[in-house]
């Protein structure tokens, strides 16, 4: 067996450079995620979500993403029950952290910015697509608290299905949405020799968590 803690491997990425990055950042990550894609990662859309819950503590998780059009503007699109711990820390700290964790293409994206829970419509319009069996999931599962064993969530689901039984179309549940992530800063992240990577960032105001986002994208490098 090798120890991955004990090696060095050298991430041997292509140059990513000022002359082939695209005039934004949402057509640069459409471009990356494509790449993903293509190399057939598993979840190429998945993204680590980092909050901050009411004490201050970090927490984060993985969740996927749905779409990049915000109904403002480009915005990551995430789902989620809005009682879980991620909810209840949005509904106090909207500031968050994404990232894109493509290690088999020695890439990473890093999103900040705020996230705004969508118009109820929205969230309609997407609860509409799933499968019946994760909408009476969404339904049985209070997401984040405490399960004495697996029959608590079993029952629960029997329950639901008893409820929407003879309903064609399952109602979204009050709790259960979209956010929209309006990016702040986004940096792409290459792997290259000798952990000489390349970092660059695009950056733009964001005067306060309510404001819209102003002014052009300012592109930047940072050391690795
Ligand atoms: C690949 C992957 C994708 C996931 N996607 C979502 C998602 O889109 N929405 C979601 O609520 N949870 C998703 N989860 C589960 C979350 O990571 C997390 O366990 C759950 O949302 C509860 O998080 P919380 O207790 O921090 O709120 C996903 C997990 C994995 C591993
Ligand atoms: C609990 C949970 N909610 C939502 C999602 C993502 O939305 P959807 O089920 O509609 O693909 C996932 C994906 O893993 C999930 O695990």
Do not use: C
Request: avoid cysteine.
């Amino acid at each position: 067996m090798t120890d991955s803690l004990a090696r060095h491997d050298d991430y041997d990425g292509p140059p990513f450079d000022e002359s082939t990055v695209a005039g934004d950042p949402i057509a640069q990550l459409r471009r990356w995620l494509a790449d993903a894609e293509a190399a057939e990662l598993p979840d190429p859309n998945a993204m680590v979500l980092g909050t901050v819950d009411s004490d201050g503590a970090p927490s984060s998780r993985t969740v996927l993403l749905k779409g990049l059009d915000g109904p403002d503007g480009p915005a990551l699109e995430f789902v989620t029950n809005g009682l879980s711990r991620k909810g209840r820390a949005l509904a106090l700290e909207p500031r968050v952290s994404l990232v894109f964790p493509w290690y088999a293409l020695r890439r990473q994206v890093i999103v900040d910015g705020v996230a705004h829970p969508a118009p109820a419509e929205l969230s309609d319009a997407y609860w509409a697509t799933r499968p019946r069996g994760s909408q009476i999931g969404g339904w049985a599962s209070r997401q984040s608290q405490p399960a004495a064993d697996r029959a608590e969530l079993e029952r629960a689901v029997a329950e639901a299905e008893r409820r929407f039984g003879d309903v064609d179309d399952v109602p979204r549940p009050p709790h259960w949405g979209a956010w929209f992530v309006v990016p702040r800063s986004v940096e792409f992240w290459q792997g290259r020799p000798s952990r000489l990577h390349d970092r660059l960032v695009f950056e733009r105001d964001l005067p306060d968590v309510e404001a819209a986002p102003t002014g052009e994208w300012r592109l930047l490098r940072r050391q690795p």
